[in-house]
């Protein structure tokens, strides 16, 4: 079994909070996903024999030490400073058009031309304004939304069918690069990245168990948080 989309089911799942909702977004059934988290699963569990998890996949903020969870994932771009844990991986977003789009309006040169450009953005929070990064240099450019949505997954359906340019991360896009059926756009520019962070309680001292989770994490997502493990050609640990 592909430990790449092994890994990507996990983060759908985590960011989701549903097995149903990372099944729809990754073209696949349930019972596919939950193999594929079995797939990461399986070699901790025989690695521990004593260790026993119990997941409980949600897309609410979960107050670890009231509800007694030893240990959460989120996929966001910064946490709370007042929360303990480290980021494990990350995403890079990326500005993405379909080649029928490119083919019908042309590719943007630098950030500016975004302008012209019909974008497919979030409806939560703000995501019209796409910052960048270049050289040491911070800019940004407020896009014209032609289609806002609260679902990742419809922009990226929409991104496909050529409807207009999206900011999205590698890890909901990582196939549709190696496919030819997205294009990076101005690669020239740092349009920022999600993190993939582990949290957990407010603690002196952290159970084996946990320190034991995190390393098997690590193993499969590798050891740079800046790394970006969904990114076409990276190096991702098999298994």
């Known amino acids: ?3 790449l989309t092994s890994m990507r089911a996990f983060v759908h799942v985590a960011e989701l909070g549903s097995f149903s909702g990372a099944a729809r977004r990754l073209e696949m059934s349930p019972a596919m996903v939950t193999k594929h988290i079995a797939h990461l699963e399986a070699p901790l569990l025989q ?3 004593e260790l026993a998890i119990q997941f409980d996949f949600t897309n609410r903020v979960v107050d670890l030490t009231e ?3 030893d240990i959460a994932v989120r996929v966001a771009a910064q946490l709370d400073s007042g929360l303990a844990g480290r980021r494990i991986a990350s995403a890079r977003l990326l500005p993405v058009a379909s080649p029928a789009y490119l083919a019908r309006h042309g590719r943007p040169g630098q950030p500016q031309d975004l302008r012209a450009h019909p974008a497919l953005v979030f409806g939560i929070g703000d995501w019209t304004r796409w910052p960048h990064w ?4 911070a800019g940004s450019v407020e896009t014209r939304p032609r289609l806002r949505s609260s679902s990742s997954e419809a922009l990226r359906h929409a991104a496909l069918q050529g409807a207009g340019v999206s900011l999205l991360p590698t890890f909901l896009i990582g196939d549709a690069l190696r496919e030819g059926s997205l294009v990076p756009l101005l690669e020239g520019w740092d ?3 999600l993190g993939i962070h582990v ?7 952290r159970p084996l168990r ?11 997502f590798g050891s740079d948080p800046d790394g970006d493990p969904f990114w076409p ?4 640990a098999s298994g």
Request: proline letters at 5%; a neutral charge; charged letters at 25%.
């Open 1 to 3: 079994m592909d430990t």
């Open 47 to 49: 690695a521990n024999p």
């Open 67 to 69: 509800e007694g969870v």
């Open 134 to 137: 270049r050289d040491g240099q």
């Open 191 to 193: 349009f920022g990245r």
């Open 199 to 205: 949290l957990y309680p407010q603690r002196r001292f």
């Open 210 to 220: 946990v320190r034991v989770f995190v390393d098997a994490l690590l193993a499969h």
């Open 233 to 236: 050609g990276a190096d991702i």
